[in-house]
């Protein structure tokens, strides 16, 4: 739920597609940086970047403590988002009311949370252990499918520890993914015979996730 003076029913946060998320950072006004991954740098990270922290979009941003991070350009900003998704991490919009306080900012439609999240320590990892139901909140966008192709040898890599709801598992020797998953489309990046696709059924789908969260948050 974001707080701009109505309750907004069934907001969950989003698995981002690159191109939903290039388009807000070009929508964007200001980009603000975190210096740090504040999930992996309590957990002492050993697997990711801890350096690599969150994007935050929109007016709000100006109220951030610059002692946190730094004010980018869209440029800076772009870059940023490559160098995570390259780190193997995963890109995932947080619209709640978590990042608004302890950043101490307001109002809360103008702030855009853009999470580079891990496996291994992120919150949206960590949290589903302590209550399951935080991890339903995480939502693949509509219209998104993965599946696995003939192709699959069963060697495992992609059930190493990659799918952060752990929706994938070998079964007689060939990967199987559950209804758990959130389509962020790292196992289709780290299998190496490419043998698990990503389908994007609807044609209208980058439009329609656009339109979604253009109607709650005003980052211009």
Known sequence: VIP????????EDLVLPSQVLK??????????????????????????????????????????????GRLVSKKEALEHIKKCSEAGLVHM???????????????????????????CCCLWRISPLLNPKIGKKVHKMPGVKVYVTEDCIGCGTCTNGICFVDAISLVNNRAQITEECRACGRCVEICPQHAIKLEI????????????????????
């Open 23 to 68: 388009y807000f950072i070009e929508k964007a006004k200001y980009h603000f940086i975190m210096n740090f991954c504040i999930c992996r740098a309590s957990m002492k990270c050993q697997n990711y970047p801890i350096n690599l922290g969150c994007l935050f979009l929109g007016e709000a941003v100006l109220k951030i403590n610059p002692e946190l």
């Open 93 to 119: 919009i947080g619209r709640n009311r978590l990042d608004k306080q302890w950043l101490g900012v307001n109002p809360g439609n103008k702030l855009l949370s853009i999470c580079n999240c891990d496996p």
């Open 201 to 220: 059924g609807d044609k209208e789908f980058i439009k329609k996730s656009i339109e979604k969260i253009d109607k709650i948050i005003d980052i211009t």
């Open 4 to 11: 701009i003076n109505q309750e907004i029913e069934n907001i």
